[in-house]
């Protein structure tokens, strides 16, 4: 089940890259009509907005309806509650703010590599590495060791495969 833990977080992340980059150029191409200086920082502060709300649809939403998200139901997993409820805000916690928010330096350095501003690029790749590498390596390390996902024990849920009979 591991493989297929591992393939829903990269098809998950595939999505929140590719949705970050969509929000951020829909954004500057706005902000470019309006102004004609719309920096890098100003297109990114601007595009949050409509970044959030797509995330609360897809983290919160459709993962509600799939008992995980997209990635989970195509690798036939799902998040379970060990007590209570999953919920909205509990899967939203879960998946977003706690796993993939991390990534976020990631998209605007992809975006600023599939634009011609190449300036500062050393600057954000060292940011990516340590939003990204520290979340992450800590969470590796947790699941090595007690062989349970860190997001699970803080927000007591587990992931099951979704196969098994319900009965």
Known sequence: MNERRV???LMDLLIFILYGIFSITLTGEILRLLFENAN???TVLWSLPLFLFGMLFYFGGISVLTRGSLGKELFEIKVVAVLGRI???RLFIRDFILKYSWYFPLVI???KLLTSSRENIIFYAIICLISIG????????YFKVKKRSLLDV????KVE??????Y
């Open 109 to 111: 350095f992809i975006y």
């Open 7 to 9: 393939g829903a977080y």
């Open 87 to 89: 919920t909205f805000i």
């Open 154 to 157: 803080l927000l007591n849920t």
């Open 134 to 141: 520290l979340p992450l390596g800590i969470s590796l390390l």
């Open 161 to 166: 495969d979704s196969r098994k009979s319900e």
């Open 40 to 42: 890098l920082t100003l």
